[in-house]
Every structure is written in structure tokens, then in C-alpha cells.
């Protein structure tokens, strides 16, 4: 499994050139048939992905390439589970989270229970990617909380990443940074981009 941009002619021309890399081994990806159509969420309403599947000339294993609008196992688009987030480090409630974004109270809850678990994993991480972005962009200064503090993370390193690569939206960078587990169990493992 990999996040990679949600410009399919960009992934079709990236596995072309051979500039996708295998997150097991790092080896070469080229095109392997497509995985299994997924409905995702959005805030402008359903859409329907076609993931390509990817199969690595080094390992040979087989990867889905998974849209960066996504996270693993999860319905929704990134950038609506992200605006629970910052909702939430702003002080709002989950029931009212809910429904400014028009979904159930207990999605919400999972997804913050999960990110606050997580919290001290994913500020640690986002940090790394910070320092490996942009050196120069100074430290992740504290926000007040573990929670806050991993949201802060995220923001500098989209910061950073928009710095180096052009325009992007900080949910789907996470996405990226995060291989897809930013609300998962899984542990959290370096991405190259
Ligand atoms: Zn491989």
C-alpha cells in the first residue's frame, strides 16, 4: 500500500517513468491491474476510485496505490477527518463536529480517539519529516497539549512540503507523510516521496 497524488494521469505517467518507489524494498513500481473500486466521502459528495495496483521489480510484492484525498480504512476524505481534528484542538465538541460536517457523532469520536491515542506517535513522526523538508524551517514549537502539539507537527511539515514541491493541502500531505495510518493501529514508518 501506497499514497500516492490524486492526479490519476500523474500516477500513470509517474509508474511509466519508473519514479514510484516500493514502500518494502524501495525497488522500481510499474503498473499491475487496478484493485477494488472505493467509495470516498467527500465534503462535495461521493466519489468513486479505481486504485491502481502496483507490482515492485525488485520484491515483486504487489501494492494499491492509494489516493492522498484518503487515509487506510477509512470512508471519509482526509481533508473532513482532519477538519474534525482541528475542530476539536479549537475546543468544539464531537456531536457538534459532527454535525458541521454532516456525519455520525460516532465516526467523529473514532477518528479523534484514534489521533489523540496516537498523538505523541504522529508529532514525532511529522517532526522528522520537518527537519527532512526543510531544515531551515525551525522547530515545531509547542501548542498546548499532545493533541495540539501533533496538529502543529502536521501543519509545519505541510508548510514545509509546500515550501519544496508547490501548492498541496495539508490533509492530503499527511496522508502522504503518514503512508495512510494517520488514524490506523499500524505504527507509523518513514515514506520517501
Ligand atoms: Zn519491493
Not at 477509512?74 to 456531536?95: C, K, M, P, T, Y
Not at 460536517?101 to 504522529?122: I, M, N, Q, S, Y
Request: hydrophobic share 45%.
Amino acid at each position: 500500500m501506497l499514497i500516492v497524488c490524486a492526479d490519476q494521469a500523474r500516477v500513470e505517467s509517474d509508474l511509466a517513468a519508473g519514479l514510484l518507489s516500493c514502500p518494502s524494498c524501495w525497488g522500481v513500481l510499474a503498473r499491475w491491474g487496478y484493485g477494488r473500486d472505493r467509495v470516498l466521502r467527500c465534503l462535495t459528495g461521493d466519489r468513486v476510485l479505481r486504485p491502481r495496483r502496483a507490482r515492485c521489480r525488485g520484491c515483486l510484492g504487489t501494492h494499491v496505490l492509494l489516493s492522498e484525498q484518503g487515509l487506510l480504512r477509512r470512508r471519509d476524505e482526509v481533508s473532513v477527518i482532519g477538519a474534525a481534528i482541528e475542530a476539536n484542538v479549537a475546543g468544539l465538541g464531537s456531536r457538534r463536529i459532527a454535525r458541521g460536517l454532516g456525519v455520525p457523532a460516532d465516526t467523529v469520536r473514532g477518528w479523534l480517539r484514534r489521533f489523540a491515542e496516537r498523538a505523541g506517535l504522529v508529532r514525532a513522526h511529522f517532526t522528522r519529516y520537518v527537519v527532512a523538508l526543510d531544515p531551515e524551517v525551525g522547530p515545531v514549537l509547542p501548542a498546548g497539549g499532545i493533541v495540539a502539539d501533533a496538529l502543529e507537527a502536521i501543519a509545519v511539515a505541510g508548510r514545509a512540503w509546500v515550501l519544496r514541491f508547490g501548492p498541496a493541502g495539508p490533509w492530503p500531505v499527511a496522508s502522504r507523510l503518514s503512508g495512510g495510518l494517520l488514524c490506523n493501529t499500524s505504527s507509523l514508518f518513514p515514506v520517501l516521496w
